[in-house]
C-alpha cells in the first residue's frame, strides 16, 4: 500500500479513506416481449446490447461478480464492471446469452433453485417461465457464474434460524448437485436482508451476495448493485455507473475456510 497521504477528496466527513468500488449492474429478464410489465424487470435484446456498447466506447468489461472480486483482489478491476441477472429466466438463454457472447462478456445469473423449470410465482404479476436444470447447466457451459437466490425466492429479514438454513444452504447444495461444481455466490431476493441472513449466507459455505442499492454494511456478503430498469437508456447508466465512483468501506478478501 502506498504511504501517500490522502487527499481531501480521498476523505470523507469523518476523515476515512473513501475506496473505489468497481459498479455492479442488476438486470432481470431479457426479452423482446410486450406483454404487460408491471414489476419492471424486462430490458430488450437491443436495449441489453445497447448497454454493453456502451460500456465498451467507456474502455470498461462486463464480467461476472466472481471474476470482479477476483480481480480487484488482484488490484486489477479498473475497467470491470460485474453483470448479475436475477431469477433465473428461461429467456436468458434465448435472448441474453447470444447478446453477452456477441460482446464477449460474461455475467452471474442468480436461480431460484426449488423452482426449476417451474415460473415466477412470487410474483402478482405475469408469470414467466425459468430454466430448467439443463438450461443452468447451458449457461455455465457458456463460462457465466451461476448463483443461488434461494430456494422460492423468500424474504429472508426475520426469518427463523431453520427457514435460513433451508432456503441459504439447501439451494446451494441443490444448484452444485445440478452443476457440478462450486456455486459461491449468492443474491438475497428483492435485495432484503438482515444481519442473520448474512450470517447464514457466511455459514452455508458461500463466498460472497450481493443486495440492491446502497445498503450498508456494504462488506463481501452485502454488495451493493445498481438496478436498471426496463427503459434506461445512456444517461441512465452512466448515471449509475458514476454512482459507484466511491464507497466507504473495501471489499475484504474472503475468509479463509
Sequence with gaps: MSGRAPTAGELDA????????PPVLMYHSV????QPDPHRVRVSPDRLDRHLRLLRRLGLRGVSLAELLAARERGAAA???ALTFDDGYADFVEHALPVLARHQVTATLYVVAGLLGGRNDWDDGP?????DAAGVRAVAAAGHEVGSHTLTHAD????DPVTLAHEVGESRRVLQDV?????PGFCYPWGRF??????AVRRAGYDHACVTGDHLPG?????????????DGAPHLLAKLGRYRWRMRSVAPAPAR
Design 219 to 231: 462488506d463481501r456478503f452485502t454488495l451493493p448493485r445498481a438496478y436498471v430498469a426496463p427503459g
Design 127 to 131: 408469470r414467466l417461465d425459468l430454466l
Design 156 to 159: 429472508l429479514r426475520g426469518a
Design 79 to 81: 475497467g470491470l464492471v
Design 179 to 183: 452443476l457440478q461444481a462450486e456455486v
Design 194 to 199: 438482515d444481519g442473520a441472513a448474512a450470517k
Design 31 to 34: 426479452s423482446p416481449s410486450a
Design 14 to 21: 469523518a476523515g476515512r479513506r473513501r475506496v473505489r468500488i
